[in-house]
């Protein structure tokens, strides 16, 4: 069981920054795939930003070149750095952990925090 815990949402004015963390558990970490999902009100959760173990990312079009994924494997944590927010990055954002097993993958989300952003 991996378990992931979110923190660094809330409310910032448009074109202001936030910088959202997840801590995980395990002590396998640094073999995970790592990433972000969002999910805006009445529309279903979507790919935000992806790390997998080996360092390569993958970004949303509607994010990439404002937000930068990281992971510290030595502190077990990843995060999400956002710049230029808009009114339409407003979302609960998840942190998503892929353990790969036996030829499959097993998928853990945390509780998400909420990032609010204002006209």
């Known amino acids: 069981q991996v378990q992931l815990v979110e923190s660094g949402g809330g409310l910032v004015q448009a074109g202001g920054s936030l910088r959202l963390s997840c801590a995980a558990s395990?002590?396998?970490?640094?073999?995970?795939?790592i990433g972000w999902d969002r999910q805006a009100p009445g529309k279903q959760r979507e790919l935000g930003a992806a790390?997998?173990?080996?360092?390569?990312?993958n970004y949303a079009d509607s994010v990439k070149g404002r937000f930068t994924i990281s992971r510290d494997n030595a502190k077990n944590t990843v995060s999400l750095q956002m710049h230029s927010l808009k009114p339409e990055d407003t979302a609960v954002y998840y942190c998503?952990?892929?353990?790969?097993?036996?030829?499959?993958?097993?998928?853990?989300w945390g509780q998400g925090t909420q990032v609010t952003v204002s006209s």
């Open positions: 395990g002590s396998a970490f640094r073999i995970y795939d």
């Open positions: 790390m997998n173990s080996g360092g390569s990312t």
């Open positions: 998503n952990v892929r353990r790969r097993v036996l030829g499959t993958s097993i998928n853990y």
